[in-house]
C-alpha cells in the first residue's frame, strides 16, 4: 500500500508569484484534503475534494484554489503569493467518508520571499 | 465556529511519570474528537480518536462534554513517547469534512 506523497519537498517563490503543489492519495482513498500550517501553529483547513469536486472549504481566499484529477491526485494552486503564505502545506487523503481517517503527506515547505 | 484550545506550548516529563495533554474544544453540536502525533522527522499520524474507545501505545483520551475536553492521558511516560501533540475536531453534518487543529503541545520525556 502506497502511502500520501507530495512534491515538490520544498520550494522559494518572490511575492506576487503562482505556486502549484502536488498530492497522490494512498491507494483506494477518492477524498483529499489540504492544509496550511504556520511555523508554531496546529494545521488550518484550507478545502477538500471528493471525487473530483470541492466537498468544503475553509476560511482562505479564492486566490488559492485546487483540482483533483480522476485518479484522485489533487493540486493546490496559489496565486499572487504573499509572505504569509510562507508555510508547510499539508496533504491528506482518506476512503470519503467525511470522518473517515485521514492520513497525511510529508508536506511541501514553501518560503516566499 | 468550531475551536480546538491545548493551553500547553511544552511540556515536559520524566520517565515513568504520568502524562496528560489537556485538550478544550469548541463546538454547538456533537463533535468528534481525534489526537495527532507528529514523531521526530515523520508525518503527521492519527494517535486516536473518541469513537474508537481504545488505547494506543498506552494513550487513552475520554470526551467530557460537560466540560468540553478531550485529554490524552499515559500513566507511564517512555522516551519514545516524546513528539508533537495536536488534538483536532471534526463536527457532524456541515463542516465534518474539516478538521480543526489545536496549535499543539510538545511533550519531552526526560530520561
Known amino acids: 500500500e502506497t502511502g500520501v506523497t507530495q512534491s515538490p519537498t520544498h520550494l522559494i517563490k518572490t511575492r506576487g508569484q503562482q505556486v502549484t503543489l502536488r498530492c497522490s492519495s494512498q491507494s483506494g482513498h477518492n477524498t483529499v484534503s489540504w492544509y496550511q500550517q504556520a511555523l508554531g501553529q496546529g494545521p488550518q483547513f484550507i478545502f477538500q475534494?471528493?471525487?473530483?469536486?470541492?466537498?468544503g472549504r475553509g476560511n482562505f481566499p479564492p486566490r488559492f484554489s485546487g483540482l483533483q484529477f480522476p485518479n484522485y491526485s489533487s493540486e493546490l494552486n496559489v496565486n499572487a503569493l504573499e509572505l504569509d503564505d510562507s508555510a508547510l502545506y499539508l496533504c491528506?487523503?482518506?476512503?470519503?467518508?467525511?470522518?473517515?481517517?485521514?492520513?497525511f503527506g510529508p508536506g511541501t515547505r514553501l518560503t516566499v520571499l | 465556529a468550531q475551536r480546538v484550545t491545548q493551553p500547553e506550548k511544552l511540556l515536559s516529563v520524566f520517565k515513568g511519570a504520568p502524562v496528560e495533554l489537556k485538550c478544550n474544544y469548541s463546538?454547538?453540536?456533537?463533535?468528534?474528537l481525534f489526537w495527532y502525533v507528529q514523531y521526530s522527522r515523520q508525518r503527521l499520524q492519527l494517535l486516536l480518536r473518541h469513537i474508537s474507545r481504545e488505547s494506543i501505545k498506552g494513550f487513552t483520551a475520554d470526551l467530557n462534554k460537560g466540560e468540553t475536553s478531550f485529554h490524552l492521558k499515559k500513566p507511564f511516560a517512555q522516551e519514545e513517547d516524546s513528539a508533537m501533540y495536536y488534538c483536532?475536531?471534526?463536527?457532524?453534518?456541515?463542516?465534518?469534512?474539516?478538521?480543526?487543529f489545536g496549535k499543539g503541545t510538545k511533550l519531552s520525556v526526560i530520561p
Open positions: 491528506a487523503s482518506s476512503l470519503g467518508g467525511a470522518t473517515d481517517t485521514q492520513y
Open positions: 483536532a475536531l471534526s463536527g457532524a453534518g456541515a463542516g465534518s469534512y474539516q478538521l480543526t
Open positions: 475534494y471528493y471525487r473530483e469536486e470541492e466537498n
Open positions: 463546538y454547538s453540536g456533537s463533535p468528534e
